[in-house]
């Protein structure tokens, strides 16, 4: 099983649509969660960490569940400049086998078209 | 917004060169990092480093890998004798704990022909 896997899409949506993102991870000892999103050929870029009560900042909202080792991320009232690959990411802290160490999923290609 | 820089942008070599790649973290930033990400795949962990030394390590980072903090502000990745598979763009990270998210450089391009 991948340590972090993300369903790769791509997801092409029209501007004003809501899209959701799923991502499992398998490691039960992971302790920090985050959603990244990347441009073409540009680092990545922290997008919003996920805390287990559920987060949200303006059009984003993260979950997640730990029960079920699952991550959401969901985008409302989609904008062109949405249009990235979101990488769902994974901190194993100390306590744990690594530190400070982030596993990336392969990321979501999501394109918003007018 | 403090960010990370790396240089040079791009660098191609010829294959069996040495390169090194530099990075500034953030100034208050206690922890540093390399991360690869091979045209096409996923950002891949390299390396570790934490109050001069290296905390953590993956498979890639083998004996042809080395880093240095060589005077308190620098960061670098170097790569003995490259290979064409170390084509890649290499990502420096900083953060200031390890709890929290990290800021990326906007990565060095290496081209190895």
């Known amino acids: 099983r991948k340590e972090v896997e993300q369903d790769p899409g791509p997801f092409n949506v029209p501007e004003g649509a809501t899209v959701a993102f799923n991502c499992t991870y398998s490691n039960s000892a992971s302790q920090s969660f985050f959603w990244y999103r990347q441009d073409c050929r540009k680092e990545p870029k922290l997008l919003m960490s996920?805390?287990?009560s559920g987060n949200e900042d303006g059009r984003f909202t993260a979950q997640l569940n730990r029960a079920s080792q699952y991550i959401s991320l969901l985008i409302r009232d989609s904008k062109l400049s949405d249009s990235a690959t979101y990488l769902c990411v994974v901190n194993l802290t100390p306590g744990g086998t690594s530190y400070g160490k982030l596993t990336f999923g392969q990321g979501t290609i999501l394109t918003v078209h007018p | 917004e403090p960010e990370v820089t790396q240089t040079p942008s791009h660098q191609v070599t010829q294959m069996g060169q040495e390169v090194i790649l530099r990075c500034v973290p953030i100034?208050?930033?206690?922890?540093f990092y390399w991360y690869r990400q091979i045209l096409g795949q996923k950002v891949e962990f390299l390396v570790s480093?934490?109050?001069?030394?290296?905390?953590?390590k993956s498979e890639i980072f083998d004996d042809q890998f080395s880093v240095e903090r060589p005077d308190g502000s620098n960061f670098t990745l170097k790569i003995r004798s490259t290979k064409l598979e170390d084509s890649a763009m290499y990502f420096c990270a900083s953060s200031e704990t390890l709890h929290g998210g990290y800021t990326f450089g906007s990565g060095t391009r290496l081209t190895v022909v």
């Open positions: 480093f934490y109050n001069n030394e290296i905390s953590e």
């Open positions: 100034s208050n930033h206690l922890y």
């Open positions: 996920v805390y287990s």
